[in-house]
């Protein structure tokens, strides 16, 4: 099994749509868990960062975790063309990051 | 600020040739990676270097070697290159209070 468990889509929606991101993992010593933003060239930027379990929003974005559950989530509300890109899960304890293979998301105007 | 920068964007390389590729961060970070990104692999550790004067092997080391020259520079050095060894190469720096990692813009690397 590996670490980090990640769909790779690719994932379309309209314009306007709620987006639902998922990653799941097996090491329960993960502490600390980020979404990262790729778009197409260029590399990879933090769009949230959580400590432990629990919600953390940004605008329109909003990042859960659930420990016992060994899932996290990334929300987009009211999705914009300009959210399209891939978007990378990543967690630690204390070790080098772990990401996900990252999910491709298109959202269509 | 620059935050994390590369050199070279861009670089084709013959089969056995050598090349470094640079890696500079102006964040005070101690650690810095080395990654390499190909279609449907994600992100896979190369290196890393917890400070200055410590390199670790990742997931990925056979083929390459890095050098920490200081606390801002990480170098990676393809001594012999292949063509499994073209890819996408990023270098990185952890803030470690958040223990977030901040990405340069990256290298495109072609082996014929």
Redesign the interface.
């Known amino acids: 099994q590996k670490e980090v468990e990640q769909d790779?889509g690719p994932l379309s929606v309209p314009e306007g749509a709620i987006v639902s991101l998922n990653c799941t993992y097996s090491n329960s010593a993960f502490q600390?868990f980020?979404w990262?933003r790729q778009y197409s060239?260029?590399?990879?930027?933090?769009l949230m960062?959580t400590y432990s379990s629990g919600n953390k929003e940004d605008g329109r974005f909003t990042a859960q975790v659930d420990k016992s559950s060994k899932y996290i989530s990334l929300f987009i509300r009211d999705s914009q063309p300009s959210d399209s890109a891939t978007y990378?899960c990543?967690m630690?304890g204390?070790t080098?990051?772990v990401?996900?293979?990252?999910t491709r998301l298109s959202v269509i105007a | 600020n620059a935050g994390?920068t590369q050199t070279p964007k861009f670089q084709v390389l013959k089969t056995g040739q050598s090349m470094t590729l640079q890696c500079a961060q102006d964040m005070n970070h101690n650690s810095m990676?080395w990654y390499r990104q190909d279609p449907?692999?994600?992100?896979r550790?190369i290196y890393?270097s917890a400070s200055e004067g410590t390199t670790d092997k990742?997931e990925v080391p056979n083929g390459y070697n890095v050098s920490r020259l200081n606390k801002r520079e990480f170098s990676l050095r393809l001594e012999s290159a292949a063509p499994s060894q073209t890819s996408v190469y990023?270098c990185a720096s952890?803030d470690r209070g958040?223990?977030?990692?901040?990405?340069?813009?990256?290298t495109r690397l072609t082996v014929l």
């Open positions: 790779p600390y980020m990262y060239r260029k590399g990879p930027e933090l960062y990378l990543a630690t204390n080098p990051l990401f996900g293979k990252g | 994390v990676y449907g692999m994600g992100l550790l890393y990742g990023f952890r958040t223990d977030t990692q901040y990405f340069g813009p990256g």
